[in-house]
């Protein structure tokens, strides 16, 4: 069992089973496994476990913040949205606690030094220099109020659920067919021939009459309305301003540092390749060879003759080095030369170092500046909500935004007229001096008559919104946007010549000619592309609402869309099948068997969910939502 579970360590499951530990104190909060706030109800059962109601109030009202963060703070959600996340919350407590159960059941037993390989292997608690940092450990203890007694419990509890849910995973596989098939998908490439018609290579159209240019008002007033604007009062609170008022004692700047020494130091790094081979007889001949001056494409030819590979690692440290046998020889080494055969469970290895980069400390005085900064942002984030909490007060209490900036020292920002883009009535942008990007969305969702309230912002700081009026949307005069309509027709004539063009240049190919060669009688210089994929990562390839088209098409058929700047005429002229990568295939096979394991999953925890026996109470969404009578 340790073996197996020192094993999973390493595996992406358990990695991230282990974030979602770590990521579940930031969205559940530790509310539910320090206290119940005394209120006792039960509001689900799993065999002999109970969830309570303080539990699963503390998951529902988190995963809300969540959201609310994620979708802007005027995100209200309606009765419906709030008992579907309450079931969800509620979903995973109890598949949580179904998994405990069976944990349990089958004697999955997590030992110390295990607990300790996985602590030491989270990248959260590593510092700069990669490595585990009991200072970072400690101020994630701090940040969510466990102890250390604790956290390892919950830790523990979360590997024995890792082992369960891997045992399930592992045997997920992907049948070679669908892998096939889907590889042969993904890899087949086309070659075609593009043709661009830009709006601008149209010929000038004749000078239009004042009925023309009337009658395209008349037919496309959104061009010619002006849109809503709005008056608008924000109050701000924002980190920058609390922390500005901070103070950071010398003495507290130098202990900062060296604590976080590590966040202004690098360490040693040195730029390493490597070849690995399967004997010790090929790995000293490529040593001797490439210490004698061969260049590296001989030794990649080697290399790949003796049945191995050759390659540069990058710019690596000791500790990222991946072999500590080779990070002993790399580092020992003086640029330029070449190690003896090392021997690993992959074969044996040659390392030559190619560039080395000194570590590097910055100085105090170098960062005081920076690290004050720092402290004093981290600072203001813990004393922004009791100030919040003050301002919010005074909200409440009936003050204008005016007299609450006033008491408490805060930042007004007016604007007399604002469109949703942060435009003003000429069309230029306003100076919004920092203003959350989410408050000028919540400024146009709010309705006439709302009452000005304090809302948090995803980057931390806060705001209240007054909304002082609203001028509607309304077409604008014809004389006054004259120049805008003769542009927007000119515009729309060039549109018409280039899409009859394009239309004929279709109509060509339907005839039997090729768009190469239609492309060139019309006076137009057609482009070939290189062979490229569905996905159009490579170089050349057509946009995407082109490269999607001409994958529907047989070889030369052909097909037109429109761009922001023209219209784009496209011919497939060769499709070529996937060829024989196997280790592509190999790659779509793990994709696949992890989306299998995802399905085993689900089924499993489902599965563990019916025989546990989970009892909700019939009451529980509304409960939790706080929607019940």
Same mark, same amino acid.
């Given at each position: 069992m340790l073996a197996a579970i020192r094993n999973s360590l390493n595996s992406w499951i358990v990695k991230a089973l282990f974030l979602l530990l770590i990521a579940s104190f930031a969205v559940w909060g530790?509310?539910?496994?320090?206290?119940?706030?005394?209120r006792e109800r039960t509001v689900a059962r799993v065999g002999d476990a109970t969830v309570s109601l303080a539990e699963a109030t503390e998951a529902y009202q988190r995963e809300l913040a969540q959201l609310r963060r994620s979708l802007g703070g005027q995100f209200e959600p309606t009765g419906p949205i709030r008992q579907a996340i309450a079931e969800a919350a509620l979903g995973r407590l109890t598949a949580l606690r179904a998994l405990d159960l069976e944990a349990e059941?089958?004697?999955?037993?997590?030992?110390?030094?295990?607990?300790?390989? &996985?602590?030491?292997?989270?990248?959260?608690?590593?510092?700069?220099?990669?490595?585990?940092?009991?200072?970072?450990?400690?101020?994630?203890?701090?940040?969510?109020?466990?102890?250390?007694?604790?956290?390892?419990?919950?830790?523990?509890?979360?590997?024995?659920?890792?082992?369960?849910?891997?045992? +399930?995973?592992?045997?997920?596989?992907?049948?070679?067919?669908? &892998?096939a098939a889907l590889f042969a998908y993904r890899n087949e490439r086309r070659v075609a021939d593009l043709v661009e018609l830009p709006f601008v290579a149209a010929p000038a159209p004749p000078e239009p009459t004042e009925e023309q240019l009337r009658r395209h008002y008349e037919n496309n007033p959104d061009l010619f309305t002006a849109p809503e604007y709005r008056a608008l009062t924000f109050l701000l609170l924002t980190l920058e301003d609390v922390a500005r008022e901070i103070e950071i004692p010398e003495a507290a700047l130098r202990t900062a540092y060296e604590e976080r020494r590590g966040?202004?130091?690098s360490p040693e790094r040195r730029v390493i390749a490597q070849v690995v081979v399967r004997d010790e007889e090929r790995a000293r001949a490529i040593a001797e060879a490439w210490a004698a001056g061969a260049p590296m494409a001989n030794i990649v030819a080697e290399a790949e003759a003796s049945g191995g590979t050759a390659g540069v690692l990058g710019r690596l440290s000791r500790d990222e080095v991946p072999l500590p046998a080779l990070a002993a020889a790399a580092f020992a080494l003086p640029a330029g030369r070449v190690s003896e055969p090392i021997?690993?469970?992959?074969?044996?290895? +040659?390392?030559?170092? @190619?560039?080395i980069e000194p570590a590097t400390e910055r100085a105090f005085d170098?960062?005081?500046?920076?690290?004050?900064?720092?402290?004093?942002?981290?600072?203001?984030?813990?004393?922004?909500?009791?100030?919040?909490?003050?301002?919010?007060?005074?909200?409440?209490?009936?003050?204008t935004l005016e007299q609450v900036a006033r008491a408490h020292g805060l930042r007004l920002l007016s604007f007399a007229a604002i469109d949703a883009a942060g435009r003003g009535p000429d069309g230029e942008?306003?100076?919004?001096?920092?203003?959350? @990007?989410?408050?000028?969305?919540?400024?146009?969702?709010?309705?006439p008559g709302a009452i000005p309230r304090l809302t948090e912002a995803r980057d931390g700081s806060f705001y209240a919104l007054r909304l002082d009026g609203i001028t509607p949307p309304a077409l604008r005069p014809f004389d006054a946007v004259a120049t805008e309509v003769r542009a927007s027709w000119e515009r729309e004539q060039r549109r018409r010549a280039m899409e009859e063009e394009a239309a004929a240049l279709l109509a060509a190919v339907r005839e039997g000619v090729a768009l190469d060669e239609a492309a060139r009688r019309r006076g137009w210089t057609p482009r070939r592309t290189p062979p490229f994929r569905r996905d159009g990562a490579e170089a050349g390839a057509p946009p995407p609402q082109?490269?999607?088209?001409?994958?529907?098409?047989?070889?030369?058929?052909?097909?037109?869309?429109?761009?922001?700047?023209?219209?784009?005429v496209g011919s497939v002229v060769a499709i070529e099948a996937a060829g024989d990568d196997r280790a592509g295939r190999?790659?779509?096979?793990?994709?696949?068997?992890?989306?299998?394991?995802?399905?085993?999953? &689900?089924q499993f925890l489902e599965a563990l969910r019916t025989r546990a026996g989970v009892r909700i109470d019939a009451n529980a969404t509304r409960l939790i939502a706080g929607d019940a009578p």
């Open positions: 530790i509310g539910d496994f320090v206290t119940s706030g005394g059941r089958i004697g999955v037993v997590v030992p110390d030094d295990a607990l300790r390989e &996985a602590v030491f292997a989270a990248e959260v608690f590593r510092g700069a220099d990669g490595r585990f940092s009991r200072v970072q450990f400690q101020a994630f203890l701090r940040n969510q109020g466990l102890t250390e007694q604790r956290f390892l419990e919950l830790l523990r509890g979360d590997l024995a659920r890792g082992q369960v849910v891997g045992s +399930v995973r592992v045997g997920a596989l992907a049948p070679d067919a669908l &892998a966040e202004f130091s021997r690993s469970p992959f074969g044996w290895h +040659v390392v030559r170092v @190619e560039e170098e960062v005081r500046e920076e690290l004050k900064a720092q402290l004093a942002r981290e600072r203001a984030a813990d004393l922004i909500y009791a100030r919040a909490n003050r301002v919010e007060d005074s909200i409440a209490a009936g003050m942008p306003l100076d919004l001096d920092g203003l959350p @990007e989410e408050a000028l969305q919540g400024a146009f969702e709010a309705g082109m490269t999607q088209a001409l994958f529907a098409l047989a070889r030369g058929e052909a097909t037109m869309i429109e761009m922001p700047a023209g219209f784009l190999e790659r779509i096979a793990r994709e696949i068997a992890g989306a299998i394991a995802d399905d085993l999953e &689900a």
